[in-house]
């Protein structure tokens, strides 16, 4: 699958862009952030069933009886390139729902590709050694200073085991239409979208599908068993429509999938294009409007557990 075509940097959308991340650093540098919606206790979830909580952005905390996974993990005030002492990057509108001490032990950080936004290293190196990192094809490189001390690279259709105290999940990488550049030369980067399935003690299928423009990769995925719930971005689309879906789009490919329910993600948090700040969801919501019960949450700090 090709990378999509970036906007050359003479275009109108690009200096709209950097325009607006001029105006993230001087303006905006003096705007509070507001807090999440709801604050969840996972230290009260119960290990016999599948509960996920959206902790701001692609940033996804998931206990899959008793495995817990941490997706994209992104939780300072901003993102973007670090210079001692600050970051040169969007600033959060929205805090996460948890800060680094608030987690649980991880067992497993999934990295769907390099793009600031996802692969965060000031966040990265909090984390302890014995935490395992799944991570996209020529990526491990940009962890060199972490403490993680067992990184897989996966390439599109191949499957890593993590197995706990508490049981057994399988990774498997798909294919997704973005591209996975960290700078504007390591083109060489890969990205990806993840199938997380548990084996013990109950068989579950959860989509985290990073970030996607419109493809037809989510129907291969009904092929690997059934899907109880997708993960998927809904916003970043204007103008980047050629690597972000929008909210119908969304829909459509968890529905390709066979996906029961959907957890929108991807929105609120940074500002990275230039829909209004509740149009995501208020698209998303209107487009499961005859089954609103798919709606996994809505807001960030919300928790969900799958149904048994």
């Known amino acids: 699958m090709q990378r999509p075509k970036q906007p050359p940097l003479h275009s109108s959308p690009v200096r709209r862009w950097l325009g607006h991340l001029f105006?993230?650093?001087t303006i905006e540098t003096w705007r509070p952030i507001a807090p999440a919606f709801a604050k969840p206790e996972p230290a009260k979830w119960s290990d016999a069933q599948v509960t996920l909580v959206w902790l701001g952005h692609?940033?996804?905390?998931?206990?899959?009886?008793?495995v817990t996974i941490l997706t994209d993990p992104v939780l300072f005030p901003r993102i973007g390139i670090r210079l001692p002492g600050f970051t040169i990057g969007p600033k959060r509108l929205t805090a996460p729902a948890l800060t680094i001490d608030e987690l649980p032990k991880i067992d497993l950080i999934l990295l769907s590709h390099a793009h600031f936004d996802h692969l965060d290293l000031r966040t990265l190196r909090c984390f302890h050694e014995k935490t395992r990192v799944i991570t996209a094809r020529a990526t491990s490189d940009l962890l060199k200073r972490t403490r993680f001390g067992k990184i897989t690279e996966l390439n599109w259709g191949e499957s890593n085991s993590v197995k706990t105290s508490a049981g057994e999940i399988n990774v498997t990488a798909f294919p997704v239409k973005h591209w996975g550049a960290r700078t504007q030369r390591d083109t060489h980067r890969g990205y990806n979208g993840y199938l997380i399935q548990s084996r013990t003690p109950g068989s579950r299928g959860i989509i985290f599908a990073g970030d996607t423009a419109m493809t037809n990769s989510f129907a291969e995925l009904r092929r690997h068993g059934p899907i109880d719930l997708a993960v998927m971005s809904i916003g970043a689309y204007n103008p980047w429509i050629r690597s972000h879906c929008t909210p119908e789009q969304a829909v459509e490919m968890a529905n390709?999938?066979?996906?029961h329910f959907i957890m929108p993600v991807h929105h609120q948090t940074f500002r990275l294009s230039f829909e209004p700040f509740r149009e995501p969801i208020e698209r998303f919501e209107t487009a499961l409007g005859k089954t609103p019960e798919r709606i996994a949450l809505r807001e960030i700090g919300e928790t969900f557990v799958l149904p048994l």
């Open 58 to 66: 692609a940033t996804v905390l998931i206990n899959v009886f008793g």
């Open 256 to 259: 390709a999938a066979g996906a």
């Open 23 to 25: 105006r993230e650093w």
